[in-house]
């Protein structure tokens, strides 16, 4: 089942066999189940990004834009919770939407130090896939492919460390 939290303070609840993992009041979505692997995008070159390639790793998904100012603010922290899980095999795609131009995007990726792949969603049909409404939107799949998490809204490090538990090895 799906279950909506608002303006919660809770830590860590579960919902209909999913989790919640909420930030102080920021409204977060859980959709246990899995992931649409189907999907298919490119990178700021124009090359193919098959989100099916990633099977077997632990997924972390950011739906952003570059002139959304929740998504500028979170950027940093996402490349250095990156950083220091990319050698637990974790995979952090981010799908740029609602852009003019790949150009623009690899300026943002330059300005942020980005080392994380970056895919270019043209037509919003990957952040539609995935249901998604609102930016930044995040989803943690674990190395199954089942989706355990998304959240909708910026998180700060800890709120990605809670996420990142769900999909990483102990």
């Known amino acids: 089942g799906l279950g909506l939290v608002r303006r919660s303070?809770?830590?860590l609840?579960?919902?209909?066999?999913?989790?919640?993992?909420?930030?102080?009041?920021?409204?977060?979505?859980?959709?246990?189940?899995p992931p649409a692997r189907t999907a298919s995008l490119v990178d700021l070159r124009g090359q193919p990004i098959r989100l099916a390639d990633f099977a077997g790793h632990p997924l972390w998904?950011?739906?952003?834009?570059?002139?959304?100012?929740?998504?500028?603010?979170?950027?940093?922290?996402l490349e250095a919770v990156y950083r220091e899980h990319?050698?637990?095999?974790?995979?952090?795609l981010a799908i740029s939407v609602?852009?003019?131009?790949?150009?623009?995007?690899?300026?943002?990726?330059?300005?942020?130090?980005?080392?994380?792949?970056?895919?270019?969603?043209a037509t919003s049909a990957v952040f539609k896939a995935y249901n998604?409404?609102?930016?930044?939107t995040q989803v943690f799949i674990d190395r199954d492919g089942i989706v355990r998490s998304v959240v909708?809204?910026?998180?700060?490090?800890?709120?990605?460390?809670?996420?990142?538990?769900?999909?990483?090895?102990?």
């Open 9 to 11: 303070r809770l830590a």
């Open 13 to 33: 609840q579960a919902v209909d066999g999913g989790v919640i993992v909420a930030l102080v009041d920021v409204p977060l979505l859980v959709a246990p189940g």
């Open 61 to 77: 998904i950011d739906f952003f834009a570059t002139w959304c100012p929740p998504c500028q603010q979170e950027t940093p922290t």
């Open 86 to 92: 990319q050698a637990d095999g974790l995979v952090l």
């Open 98 to 121: 609602q852009e003019t131009s790949p150009a623009d995007v690899q300026a943002y990726a330059t300005q942020y130090g980005l080392t994380y792949p970056i895919g270019f969603d």
């Open 132 to 136: 998604a409404y609102g930016l930044p």
């Open 152 to 170: 909708r809204g910026p998180l700060d490090q800890a709120g990605a460390e809670a996420q990142l538990s769900l999909i990483l090895p102990p």
